[in-house]
């Protein structure tokens, strides 16, 4: 039931590496006041996610935004998601590196920028690969 709340709107969440490694310590967190010991017990994570049977979180949003993305790039009509997307601030970009968008992931696992084209002539199977690319 917790990883269901902690992963509300997970969807469009940017997944980083920071983002990535605070959801994986609130969840061994949550576990072990599931399991009702303590940091201090010297219990390994692996004992931990053995003795709970709890589904990875990060794997679990991971999983959420990857089905998020093919029902956007399958999707026929206008929505306003995807116009968000595509939209642009009228203003300068910052100095610096950019932060990390939600596409980017995409971008990276499919090695193309125009990421929605390439999934369109994607399999579903195809797809499944994909993410499973991505998680492991």
């Known amino acids: 039931m917790h990883i ?10 940017v997944l980083t590496k920071a983002a990535e490694h605070k959801l994986a310590a609130a969840q061994r967190r949550m576990e072990r006041r599931m399991v009702g010991i303590r ?4 219990k390994t994570n692996a004992w931990l996610r053995g003795v709970t049977n709890v589904k990875d979180v990060i794997a679990s949003a991971v999983e959420r ?4 993305g093919w029902e956007l790039v399958r999707s026929t009509e206008v ?8 939209w642009r601030p009228p203003s300068k970009r910052w100095v610096g590196r950019p932060k990390t968008r939600w ?18 002539v994607m399999t579903k199977i195809e797809w499944i690969d994909l993410l499973r690319c991505r998680i492991l």
């Open 4 to 13: 269901t709340a902690m992963l509300y709107g997970a969807e469009t969440w």
């Open 39 to 42: 940091l201090s017990d010297k």
């Open 65 to 68: 935004k990857w089905a998020y």
């Open 79 to 86: 929505k306003w998601s995807e116009e968000l997307m595509k």
């Open 103 to 120: 596409h980017d992931d995409f971008q990276r696992i499919l090695g193309t920028s125009n990421w929605r084209s390439t999934t369109r």
